[in-house]
């Protein structure tokens, strides 16, 4: 006859022992179990693009500017995906940086100048602007599936609330990369639901989580991911459902 772990004795051999006290005469044990810090996609890194002023500044990596990534737009067929599109923040746009910087297949980066009209708002008023992309097969690039954007239903489906880790991928100022982009990863996770909407760049009051994140200049644009950790033996599992990386939104400003 087979025999299972319980739960709490999952974790007592899982966890990590912290300290032993008695008390009335019985002896305890305290454990602590930490989650891992889950290892991301390699590829998650090559969704993102740099944006500068001008030609001149992506060429030369000017310390200033922001991030972006390419999103892939999948029709409803989910299967075609007929567009590639550059999105950042609409603040970053307005800041007139709008020109692309993104790698090559041959190890170096190429320039798309783009002008400020090619890049559409938000009509609603969010952070946002979207541009459609010409890439070829010279530009070593992934894109972000539409269909992997957090919806509200999705949002309900999978729990996604409070606690749940983050990650996003974006540029470094200082350390972004010279003869191609380097871009990194900053983790946090997620501290707020958009219950209550903030005021954007934008001067619109808007939805928005708030993500308990590093992050400096240069990052705004950045995709902003959702992962599903393994999570601590319990005896009541907070997530019955497993997904992979979802967009969870766009880094647009600090608190």
Not at 51 to 70: E, H, I
Not at 144 to 165: P, Q
Not at 235 to 252: A, P, Q, T
Request: charge should be negative.
């Amino acid at each position: 006859m087979g025999y299972a772990l319980t739960a709490s004795e999952q974790l007592m051999q899982t966890g990590q022992w912290v300290t032993r006290y008695s008390f009335c005469g019985a002896e305890y044990r305290v454990y602590e179990w930490e989650r891992p810090m889950p290892r991301i996609q390699d590829e998650v890194l090559r969704t993102a693009i740099y944006l500068y002023r001008n030609k001149v500044d992506a060429q030369t990596n000017a310390a200033a500017g922001g991030s972006g990534f390419l999103v892939g737009y999948v029709e409803e067929d989910g299967n075609t995906i007929n567009h590639v599109y550059a999105v950042t923040n609409a603040h970053v746009i307005r800041g007139g940086y709008t020109v692309i910087r993104l790698n090559t297949v041959s190890g170096t980066h190429d320039i798309l100048e783009l002008p400020q009209n090619a890049w559409v708002e938000h009509p609603d008023g969010d952070d946002i602007a979207v541009c459609c992309t010409s890439l070829s097969p010279t530009h070593d690039f992934k894109f972000v599936l539409s269909d992997a954007f957090v919806t509200e239903d999705k949002l309900h489906r999978y729990n996604i609330g409070i606690g749940d880790e983050v990650f996003m991928v974006g540029r470094l100022i200082g350390h972004a990369g010279t003869k191609k982009n380097l871009p990194i990863a900053r983790f946090g996770s997620v501290s707020s639901l958009p219950l209550e909407d903030l005021k954007n760049f934008c001067g619109k009051y808007r939805p928005h989580f708030l993500v308990e994140v590093r992050s400096v200049s240069g990052f705004s644009g950045s995709p902003v991911f959702v992962y599903d950790a393994p999570v601590p033996p319990s005896l009541v599992d907070v997530r019955k459902e497993r997904f992979s990386n979802m967009l969870l939104g766009i880094d647009c400003g600090h608190m």
